[in-house]
């Protein structure tokens, strides 16, 4: 189904399909990354209270996207490969060459090899990694580090993985930046601002949400909060942001506003040169989600899976 929005288009993955193309289960906390915008990649979830190990691309050209069934593809281990693991609330990642996907589960990564099509793993990540789940992994684009904020020391720091194999660490954003200690935000990177961009998110135990855009300059190693003009989503977590529009613009949609509401169907766009926010109309009713998969191709944003329910969602 495609929905026109600001000038993007909807697509939706549902819950019920026609059994005639491989796709993969509609679950919720998928690890999901996009590849120069062109492939989108998802892994395992959480399936009907099992957390899954498939492993699904799919083509974001537009001649994919129109056509009614969207061109997903399994990725089949060979044989010989470790067994693919299952895993729900992580991160995925992928190297700068495209080939290779890496799986961020607590303290542990799992590498998918795109060319040999075998899995690796587990590598134990640093001692004092974060055993936790629901961390993000996030890709600097530029060097190639990896942030996994919260990801040190019980949370209290976050993890940066160097592209060299080295392992180093930087504070979390202060109270002043950041007043809550925030989970199930969105990070993304930023090519437009060479930053990592970290927004909304939720204190597990006031269930209190962060409706602040907040940033992590890898030049200043410190975290700052960004002001922005315009309604904006307002304290949110289990949404999604991703970059549109060779980054120039982010698109955060649905999630949840506190435990005791279901999930949301609004769509804002976040220009990144004026920080200035335009809400989009909700998307239908029925399609409201959160933990979903996102991405944007072209003028097309893509949600895959999610949950779906209105009623309450306790996260962990
Ligand atoms: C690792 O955690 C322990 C226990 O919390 C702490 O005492 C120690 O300083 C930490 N190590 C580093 C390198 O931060
Ligand atoms: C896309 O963004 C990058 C980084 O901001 C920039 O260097 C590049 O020129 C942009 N490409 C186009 C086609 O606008």
Redesign the pocket.
């Known amino acids: 189904m495609l929905f026109r929005i600001l000038n993007l288009s909807i697509l939706f993955g549902f819950v019920t399909h026609h059994v005639t193309s491989q796709i993969p289960m509609t679950c919720t906390r998928m690890a999901y990354v996009t590849d120069s915008r062109k492939t989108l990649y998802i892994h395992g979830g959480n399936c009907e209270g099992f957390g899954a190990s498939q492993l699904f691309s799919l083509d974001l050209t537009q001649q994919s996207l129109t056509k009614s069934m969207p061109s997903w593809k399994e990725l089949t281990p060979a044989q010989g490969s470790a067994t693919p693991p299952a895993a729900e609330a992580h991160s995925m990642t992928i190297s700068q060459d495209s080939r290779t996907l890496t799986l961020w589960v607590g303290d542990l990564t799992y590498s998918f090899n795109l060319m040999t099509m075998t899995w690796t793993g587990p590598e134990i990540l640093s ?2 990694a974060t055993n936790c789940p629901a961390l993000r992994a996030v890709k600097d684009l530029r060097s190639g580090d990896v942030y996994v904020p919260e990801g040190y ?2 949370g209290t720091q976050m993890a940066i993985y160097r592209y060299n194999g080295r392992f180093s660490w930087a504070p979390m954003p202060t109270a002043a930046v950041m007043p809550l200690e925030s989970w199930l935000y969105s990070a993304v990177w930023s090519t437009l601002r060479g930053t990592m961009l970290l927004y909304g998110g939720n204190d597990l135990d006031s269930d209190q949400g962060s409706q602040f855009l907040v940033e992590y300059d890898p030049r200043t190693n410190a975290w700052s909060r960004i002001p922005t003009r315009g309604i904006s989503p307002g304290d949110i977590y289990n949404h999604c942001m991703v970059p549109a529009y060779n980054g120039t613009k982010m698109v955060v949609f649905g999630g949840q506003h506190n435990k005791m509401v279901g999930s949301l169907g609004s769509i804002y766009v976040l220009d990144l040169e004026s920080m200035s926010w335009t809400k989009g109309a909700d998307v239908d009713r029925a399609l409201w989600r959160s933990n979903m998969a996102c991405t944007v191709a072209g003028d097309n944003f893509v949600a895959w899976g999610g949950k779906v329910n209105y009623g309450i969602e306790i996260y962990l």
């Open positions: 001692k004092n020391n019980e």
